[in-house]
């Protein structure tokens, strides 16, 4: 009934996904594909392409691919703000960015307690303006994907930069190698990756449920919420109905709110991290080691929830 990239695990994947919808190749030419960012405004993708020091940008309308930012100081992981602005994580930079509407760039954050970042993994931006993101040595570990250099922290958190006054705060700190981050649609539980077992035998290639504080701005909790059955979970993201579309070894694997692994997208290289776009925000967008791959499924990207006031 289903093509042969959509395997079921559980019933309630079926919802999910077309018995005659395919995985689409867009385009393939790159060492790490990672870093999606979709822009409903102007209809395309940019992705890094982290080796390569590039971000390259797919354009929905006509289908083509081309470079939107070389040199790019290794960028990583990206998130569009609610203004409509990207928001990077640079490997080499060691620092969020921001390109601002008139096209500069501007520095968000490089340094905790003074000590230089690593280099910031993944973002996402939550509806009061705060920008969360991870800091793993991936960018300073060797030349391959940043400047090799030793960690000034010594650690890898997950930050928050708070909104009105740009400080940056540890907001978790028992992490081996914090990765990709997305919050529920009423932004109440924040999920965070760790793909610790890169660097420690055994260690950890989960991803932990951490619950947010009526302020926004506190976090508790952070129990494992699903563990990796092929690979790691790198970056996901998070439908309107709670669904966790992630990365791992063998494509995409999907998980029910409650954490059971429901079904999976196969794809034929590593996934690194995926995106909903389209005018819908229903196809889902998978960087894949040197690809490009997308599908369109029966979920979409959940609406940001309006700013407090
Ligand atoms: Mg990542």
Redesign the pocket.
Same mark, same amino acid.
């Given at each position: 009934m289903f093509t042969d990239a959509v395997e079921i695990l559980d019933e309630r994947f079926k919802r999910l996904v077309f018995g005659n919808v395919r995985l689409e190749t867009l385009w393939t030419g790159g060492r790490w594909l990672?870093g999606p960012a979709y822009f409903a405004a102007g209809k395309y993708l940019v992705f890094s392409d982290i080796p390569n020091d590039r971000v390259m940008r797919f354009d929905e309308t006509n289908c083509v691919v081309s470079t939107f930012l070389q040199p790019a100081l290794n960028h990583? /992981?990206h998130t569009v703000d609610r203004e409509g602005r990207l928001v990077s994580c640079e490997h080499r930079g060691r620092c969020v960015s921001r390109i601002e509407h008139d096209g500069r760039r501007t520095i968000l954050a490089d340094r905790f307690e003074g000590k230089r970042l690593n280099s910031p993994? $993944?973002v996402v931006v939550k509806s009061d303006g705060s920008i969360w993101f991870t800091d793993p040595t991936y960018g300073i570990d060797s030349d391959y994907e940043g400047d090799a250099a030793p960690s000034e922290i010594g650690a890898s958190h997950l930050y928050r930069i708070d909104p009105a006054t740009g400080a940056v705060a540890a907001m978790a700190t028992d992490f081996v190698k914090p990765? /990709?981050l997305a919050f529920s649609p009423d932004e109440s539980t924040l999920y965070v990756s760790d793909t610790g077992a890169s660097h420690v035998a055994d260690g950890p290639r989960w991803i932990r449920a951490f619950a947010v504080g009526a302020d926004g701005a506190t976090l508790s909790g952070g129990e494992v919420f699903a563990t990796c059955a092929f690979g790691l979970f $790198? /970056?996901f993201r998070i439908d309107a109905r709670g669904h966790l579309w992630t990365s791992a070894g063998d494509g995409v694997h999907c998980y029910a709110p409650d954490g059971a692994l429901i079904g999976k997208i196969r794809a034929p290289e590593t996934v690194?991290?995926v995106c909903f776009g389209g005018p819908k925000r229903n196809r889902l967008y998978i960087c894949a080691t040197s690809s490009l791959y997308a599908i369109y499924v029966n979920a979409r990207e959940a609406p940001r929830p309006v700013r407090p006031a």
């Open positions: 990672e990583n /992981g993994n $993944d990765n /990709g $790198d /970056g690194a991290n």
